[in-house]
């Protein structure tokens, strides 16, 4: 079984910035992949950042070149740097584990932390 577990999440202004953990805990195999989806009300879930266990990372154009995604293998954590934060990005962040290589991983979920960008 494993655990994901978030923090790092609150209000901001525009413009400012946050930062995100999640440390996983349990059977991790080694090829893995670490990352974030969000979720604004109304809205479908969506990618934020995904790692590899390699260090190859993802982003969608929403948030490249703001947002930083990077992981420390030893401890099973990923983080989230996230600079000029707009509105938009308020949701509830998921940090996420595919677990295994991915012709046949599982995907395990964290409960999620609250994101909120308003003046």
């Known amino acids: 079984q494993v655990q994901l577990v978030e923090s790092g999440g609150g209000l901001v202004q525009p413009g400012g910035s946050l930062r995100l953990s999640c440390a996983a805990s349990g059977t991790i195999f080694a090829i893995n992949a670490m990352g974030w989806y969000r979720q604004a009300p109304g809205k479908q879930r969506e990618l934020v950042a995904m790692?590899?266990?390699?260090?190859?990372?993802n982003y969608p154009a929403s948030v490249k070149g703001r947002f930083t995604i990077s992981r420390d293998n030893a401890k099973n954590t990923v983080y989230l740097q996230m600079n000029s934060l707009k509105p938009e990005d308020t949701a509830v962040y998921y940090c996420?584990?595919?677990?295994?290589?991915?012709?046949?991983?599982?995907?395990?979920w964290g409960q999620g932390t609250q994101v909120t960008v308003s003046s």
């Open positions: 996420t584990l595919r677990n295994g290589p991915p012709q046949n991983a599982y995907d395990y």
């Open positions: 790692i590899t266990n390699i260090g190859f990372t």
